[in-house]
């Protein structure tokens, strides 16, 4: 049997946890007697097995256990796109080659399931109406780690059953949308550690050989890690995304202490260093801060070097598709993300952004689920070659219309520059036009 360890910093709060599987035609879910049944088979290394509740219907079912439940409800019309914003406004989300927010906007129907504590699901109203009444609330907080496992599992089964697939899936606890490939890649984990948490990017701009140097702020990961995890600029932002991963799933497990100074290792040749960062403003519990080194120690070669400590992990079709965009300028384009640097954290040498700071039911509860975006600036040059085509319109109209009638040399500098490198093309004519009237008279 494998062991839940339960070590993360969420302990004794009773809160639902959500993902909603997005379909763009409809789709034909499987009995749930079936479902159950299938479900059961990959809970079973875990010790958990659910059992199916009266409260069945055409749309809905109700499995649990005497300690949680799980709700899947299908729905045979879109999510409302406001539960969406925040994850669609994350410069990952919006540099994912996958294109979700096409994805968002044309889906029609959906799966939803539900994880929580107690042996039945109690809506907002129902807990309301027994605080009133002076009635205890009796259900017992299970670990956040075990729910995240019995949620995985779910959407798991899900996927192996219901067709067509879907075309995205929001994980609402960390409120970050996926490919139904990269969740499958994560078959096989006891805790599917890549959905758990969402990378906030930040840049001072520095980039070299045509690569940005970005950071990134593992939102979340303090629920787990009992600190916010934050990694410094770096030209190997997606590798160190995995090593984070890779950090936590081993913290979780046990493997790893993640104590100050620790140094871990990665692969044969790479080391990560762990360092604590005092209590700052917006990290009010620290920072752990994590950097990668040549690897110093004297490891024996080989795959088996490190099976103490990595756990087997497939690779999503996703994690091999670089994030492309161009940077204004250059004749090769930047396998990086062009994010405006925030603020600096005092003189550590380290810039991040401040997180959100919630309490885990405002973050992972089903009414609340949709977490507040991290805020990030972007600058207004970065705004003309973002993907987010409505920002890159705007900032377009605004200035080509400003220095065409002030100064249509400039306006014709603009409108060329765009037509090469912006998203509207056509509309650089028209600007185009109206300068050259300009400069013949």
Same mark, same amino acid.
């Given at each position: 049997m ?15 946890? %959500? @993902?909603?599987?997005l379909?763009?035609?409809?789709y034909?879910?499987?009995a749930?007697? %079936?479902?159950? @049944?299938?479900?059961?088979? #990959? ?8 059992? /199916? ?9 109700? $499995?649990?256990t ?57 809506? !907002?109203?129902?807990?309301?109406? &027994?605080?009133k009444?002076?009635?205890?609330? *009796? ?20 996927l ?23 969740? /499958?890649?994560? %078959? ?21 050989? =045509?690569? #940005? +140097? ?20 770096? @030209?190997e ?8 991963? $890779? ?21 044969? $040749? ?14 009010? &519990? ?11 120690? %004297?490891?024996?070669? =080989? !795959? ?22 161009k &940077?204004? =300028? ?13 603020? *600096? ?7 991040? !952004? ?15 689920? +949709? @977490? ?17 085509? &409505? ?11 400003f220095?065409?009638?002030?100064? !249509? ?14 998203? +509207? ?9 109206f ?7």
């Amino acid at each position: 049997m494998m062991r839940i360890m339960g070590r993360g910093a969420v302990e004794n709060t009773t809160l639902n946890i %959500d @993902a909603a599987l997005l379909f763009d035609e409809a789709y034909n879910a499987p009995a749930f007697t %079936d479902y159950l @049944a299938a479900l059961n088979r #990959r809970l079973a290394p875990v010790d958990i097995q659910l059992r /199916q509740t009266g409260l069945t219907e055409d749309a809905f079912v109700l $499995f649990n256990t005497d300690d949680l439940h799980v709700l899947v409800s299908l729905n045979r019309q879109p999510l409302a796109a406001e539960g969406f914003a925040s994850a669609l406004a994350s410069p990952l989300t919006q540099m994912n080659p996958a294109g979700f927010a096409d994805r968002v906007a044309g889906h029609r129907q959906n799966i939803f399931i539900t994880v929580g504590d107690g042996p039945i699901a109690k809506t !907002p109203a129902l807990l309301e109406m &027994e605080q009133k009444l002076g009635m205890p609330d *009796d259900r017992k907080a299970v670990a956040l780690e075990l729910k995240l496992t019995l949620l995985h599992r779910a959407v798991l089964a899900m996927l192996d059953a219901v067709t067509p697939q879907p075309t995205a899936i929001h994980w609402c606890q960390s409120d970050t949308l996926h490919t139904p490939a990269k969740v /499958q890649a994560t %078959d096989g984990m006891i805790l599917p550690v890549p959905l758990m948490t969402h990378p906030g990017l930040f840049s001072s701009g520095r980039a070299e050989d =045509g690569r #940005r +140097y970005v950071g990134f702020v593992s939102n979340h990961s303090k629920w787990f890690c009992g600190k916010t995890i934050v990694v410094p600029e770096t @030209a190997e932002t997606s590798r160190m995304m995995a090593l984070v991963d $890779f950090l936590i799933e081993g913290f979780l497990a046990g493997r790893l202490g993640l104590r100050d100074g620790d140094l871990v290792p990665f692969s044969q $040749f790479e080391t990560a260093r762990i360092r604590h960062l005092p209590p700052s403003d917006g990290f009010p &519990e620290g920072q752990i801060e994590v950097t990668m080194e040549e690897a110093a120690l %004297d490891l024996p070669s =080989g !795959p088996q070097s490190f099976a103490s400590l990595r756990a087997p992990r497939q690779k999503s079709p996703e994690e091999d598709l670089p994030i492309v965009l161009k &940077e204004p =300028g250059a004749d090769q384009p930047l396998v990086q993300d062009p994010i405006a640097p925030p603020p *600096d954290n005092g003189d550590k040498g380290l810039k991040t !952004p401040p997180p959100t700071a919630a309490a885990p039911a405002e973050r992972f509860g089903k009414g609340t689920r +949709y @977490a507040p975006k991290t805020t990030t600036t972007i600058s207004l040059w970065d705004k003309l070659f973002t993907p987010n085509k &409505e920002a890159s319109l705007f900032t377009y109209l605004a200035l080509s219309f400003f220095v065409t009638t002030w100064s !249509p040399v400039v306006g014709v500098g603009l409108v060329v520059l765009n037509w090469v490198k912006g998203p +509207y093309p056509t509309l650089t004519l028209v600007f185009a036009f109206f300068a050259l009237i300009r400069l013949s008279t």
